[in-house]
Structure formats: structure tokens, C-alpha cells
């Protein structure tokens, strides 16, 4: 009976907290750690992002760690993302899973690349008549770390919820900034074919002060639906060898419109993956694709991510999964 009432408990609470966070979400024009908005893994990025309600093993640290739960025994990532302009991201996950209980370790870090340093005491022509714009010979390297700590537990065969506590920092060379946040997930398994349902806040923490201003960490909340339209427990058609998976997501930023996640898997044997998913309301974000190939526990992904006018975004991430 305790455990039962522990266990309401806790799933009042967390509902509670997305709530809590979801109505605080007043509009801003400017949000803080920018990076934290990158999504780390190949798997994630190549269905759009929509895949808080899916098993995603240990790829689950980012989206929704409440479905780390879902894999037995150690699983690991080490994923690389080749961003805009020389700047690189680089993640490492870690998870250990059983009976219904999960602890994770997630480390991220984000490489802005060199930068010259300008100032305009510097600025101005030279003693041999060439002109300085400025540069004064040093050279910067800011970038940023994630550090994080995760628990997942199973309540009943149908919910589970997981907890992030991350330290991020910045270092923008004359400025540096830290922060202590969290991502909470809920899932909510229909038991109805394969129908999954799901709930997350990430990033929430408090406001960041730079100079004479604050502002606020971009804290995300979703709500995503998942399901089999092909495969075993299928909502149309059942197969032993094919998968096709639809998911999707609705996504309150706290610094931009509500926005929409499509995303779509389709596995032979759970072998080969194919991926593609759409952004929607976004500036410049769009199409994604993606494949994957799983064998004897090792797994390698990658994503292909479209913008307008700008360069396309690869992703690449090798993972491995060691059942008990």
C-alpha cells in the first residue's frame, strides 16, 4: 500500500514540475547557453528530433531519460556533431539499467574553434603601409562543458520518469558562466499495440547574469506520441522483419513560437535503419535523414540536417549495448 501511494507520488510530482515549468514560459527574445539547443546524437537529429517517446537506449540521456529504463544492463555513446563554422560538439553517455532502475553519466562539450582577438587600440595601418584591422596576434579558444548525472525508475509496466541534474559552463574568454539544471522526463507506455506517450522539460535552472542583464536558459518542453505503424504490435500491420515507426512533437521553446517534430524509423531485422524527419516553425531548420547499422550490440549512426542558408550539419555516433 505505501509503495503504491510512493509511487502516485511521484508521478503527481513530476507532473506538477512540467506544469509549473510549462506556464512559466513567458516569451523572451534571448536565451542563454545556446548550445544546449544542439541535439547531440545521429539517431535523434536524423528523425527531427522527435523522439522523446521512443526506446532510444542510451541515446534516452538527451531526450527523455525516463526511457533509459528500457535497455537492460551497460550501454555507452560517444557522439560527434560538425557544426556551423570550425565549431564542434562532442558528447559521451554511459548507462547502467536493471529491474526497472537506471543511472546514467553524460558528459558534452562544445568547441567554438579559434578566434582572433581585435581591438581598436590595434586597428590601423602598419609601419610597412598594411592595414590592421585590428588584430592583435592572440588567439581564443572559448567553448563550453556539460556535465550530467542521471536516474530513471520504472514505476509500473506502464510509466516510468527519469531526472538529469547537469553543470554546464561557458567559457567566452572575458566572461565565464555556470549553471546547475535539470531535464525530467515522464513515459507513459498505452500497452495499447505500440502506442507510447511522453512529457519532458529540459534544461531548467535559473537565469544567467551577464553584466547588467539576465537571461534565461533555454528550457524546452515536449510532448511526444510514438508508435508502430508496421512491425510487431503495429497499429496497422504486423511483421516479424520489418519496422516502420512514426513519432511526433509538440515543443514549447522559451524563446520562440510553438514549434513541431515529424519523425520516421524504418529497421530491417533491426539491422539496417533509415531515417527522416521535418522541423516545423523553425527559422532555418527543416529536412532531416539519417541511416543506421546495428550488429551484436554495436550500433553506428549518422544524420544528414538541411538549413536555409546555411551549411548542412553531420552527425555521427557509435554506440554499444551489453545486456546482462
Not at 132 to 137: D, E, F, V, Y
Request: with cysteine.
Amino acid at each position: 500500500m505505501c509503495h503504491n501511494k510512493l509511487k502516485r507520488s511521484i508521478i503527481i510530482l513530476m507532473i506538477v514540475m512540467m506544469g509549473a515549468g510549462l506556464f512559466a514560459f513567458e516569451k523572451v527574445g534571448v536565451t542563454s547557453f545556446q548550445f544546449l539547443k544542439v541535439t547531440p546524437d545521429a539517431r535523434s537529429a536524423a528523425m527531427g528530433g522527435a523522439t522523446s517517446s521512443m526506446n532510444m537506449g542510451i541515446y534516452s540521456i538527451y531526450s527523455n531519460p525516463a526511457n533509459l529504463v528500457d535497455v537492460e544492463g551497460w550501454s555507452g555513446d560517444v557522439s560527434y556533431v560538425d557544426y556551423f563554422f570550425d565549431v564542434q560538439h562532442q558528447s559521451l553517455a554511459l548507462s547502467w539499467t536493471r529491474e526497472g532502475i537506471s543511472l546514467g553519466l553524460v558528459v558534452l562539450r562544445a568547441d567554438y574553434g579559434d578566434i582572433e582577438e581585435t581591438t581598436v587600440e590595434a586597428l590601423g595601418y602598419l609601419s610597412n603601409g598594411e592595414f590592421n584591422p585590428g588584430l592583435t596576434g592572440n588567439v581564443f579558444r572559448p567553448g563550453a562543458q556539460v556535465y550530467g548525472l542521471s536516474f530513471a525508475q520504472k514505476l509500473t509496466d506502464k510509466f516510468s520518469y527519469g531526472i538529469v541534474a547537469k553543470y554546464a559552463f561557458e567559457n567566452m574568454v572575458y566572461v565565464n558562466k555556470s549553471a546547475l539544471m535539470f531535464d525530467v522526463g515522464l513515459l507513459y507506455d498505452t500497452k495499447f499495440k505500440s502506442l507510447r506517450l511522453s512529457a519532458a522539460i529540459r534544461n531548467f535552472g535559473s537565469q544567467i547574469q551577464y553584466y547588467d542583464y539576465s537571461y534565461p536558459l533555454p528550457q524546452t518542453m515536449v510532448i511526444g506520441l510514438s508508435g508502430n505503424i508496421i512491425g510487431r504490435e503495429a497499429l496497422l500491420s504486423i511483421s516479424q522483419q520489418h519496422r516502420l515507426t512514426m513519432a511526433f512533437e509538440l515543443v514549447q521553446p522559451r524563446d520562440y513560437d510553438q514549434q513541431y517534430h515529424i519523425g520516421m524509423e524504418y529497421a530491417l531485422n533491426e539491422i539496417l535503419f533509415v531515417r527522416s524527419g521535418y522541423k516545423i516553425n523553425y527559422d532555418s531548420q527543416g529536412l532531416t535523414l539519417g541511416m543506421g547499422l546495428k550488429w551484436k550490440g554495436i550500433n553506428f549512426d549518422y544524420s544528414f540536417s538541411s538549413y536555409k542558408n546555411l551549411p548542412a550539419v553531420s552527425r555521427f555516433s557509435l554506440g554499444y549495448n551489453l545486456s546482462k
